[in-house]
């Protein structure tokens, strides 16, 4: 057979060169993609037309033989004929629609019919037997498709029917029991008894000591936890009346509130602070006023300012505005090793605020801003927003929770609607309370931490919220959680 190769840029040039070297009767063995361009692979209808004479001749000879998939086949030339004149872009599509992959079946297909031919000619064994066997059935002609030549196609072969295995023998020993999963919903079923005797027990107790029922609803309104209410309400003692039983709340929730009262202030005592905390708290505020409270009594060349704010755009230039205002230089670090420099350049100042990136909670930056301030000389105060909600106030708190002490500012109370989440989640995580900020005058709006000031701000009933439960709602609250309230106990009055 007359196979050649043929090389070009694209199928149509590479089919040209073929029409040329085998003119109108060419046919497309293969056509594939090269690092250089197209690969064709064409031979002459007359070595097919050689091929289908030598096959018809051995049908001949045995008529038992089925025909060959190509008896009916069209030639080229006939086909034209037939359909009629053509232009030169349907004939390269009818080209190109010769399948690769069908043509190679064929071709493989003629060579097992040979090889089959050889093999009957030493064990006498007729073509049309190994035709008719179950193992491989006839072949069909009109299984060969045409296809395009650039689309893969997946080849059926034939599914032989698996040999039957003999079905494993039946145990009569009885099921294992799964210990592991039989214990855990024992477990389970344990903590849910126990769950409703407790609620049972506390809906009782509540109904015979309405006292308690209405300080837990009022707890609940006022935005504290259900976790800090009832922990609080069960210590509460018994045989008060309601003025007595209000008065004991305040001074527990009053003592478990710690604040610097007993210090002196942050600006008076002095010190390297860095004011870390979420986006938009108000750190440079804050920083602003308490640099300014600083300077009023030690005067401007006792504090002194660097942000390592070095995201936000303008963050620099807000505190230098602040420091311009107030006679002091503010100064810019962009890592620890500036940190460190500037830390020892003014190491004579009475007060060092470190303004900082605001950073949320599970941002991945958190780690790096906290290791430029893993100093040992550099204090950190957590700045919270006291109108967040409560499950924020508890990310931000339990992210930024360090070991040594935990001290916090308290801003933006005059936008808080409810006070109760913010002092909850002081409570809960003991942290220190050094001063609250009630607006953005700089440095007006601060006060100093006032535990009985802000414990009787939060239990004023505002006005009804959609968000507040009804007294029917209270049995939902009663549950008592699994984990602790706080690290150290509640501390009665």
Known sequence: MNIKRFHAATSREALAKARMAFGDGTLILSNRPTPNGVEVVATTEESLGALDSAAETVTER??????????????LQERAALSGPRSPIKEDTEQLAMSTLSFQDYVRERMLRRRSEALQQVSGVSTA?????????????ATFKKHNPLRQVNHELPVRTPRREAPPPVSLA????DTQGLMQELHSMKELIEDRFNTLSWLGQARQDPIQSNLMLKLIRAGYSPTLARAVLERMPEGMDAAESVRWLMDVLEHNLHTDAGQPAIYEEGGIFALVGSTGVGKTTT?????????????PGSVGLITLDTYRIGAHDQLRSYGRMLGIVAHLAHDRAALQDLLGLLSGKKMVLIDTTGIAPRDPRKRDMLEVLDLPEVQRLLVLNASSHGD???DTLAAFKTTGAQQAILTKIDEAVKLGPAIDALIRHQMVLRGVTNGQRVPEDWESANAHQLIASSMRAPARSAFDPKAADLSFFFTPSSEPVLEKGLVDA
Request: aromatic share 0%; glycine share 4%.
């Open 62 to 75: 045995r008529p038992e033989a089925a025909p060959t998939p190509a008896a009916g086949r069209k030639s």
């Open 129 to 141: 037997e190994i035709e008719r066997a179950p193992e491989a059935p006839p072949a069909n002609p």
């Open 174 to 177: 009885a099921p294992a029991v």
């Open 287 to 299: 920083t602003a006023k308490l640099a300014a409270l600083c300077a009023r009594i030690h005067g």
């Open 392 to 394: 924020t106030l508890d």
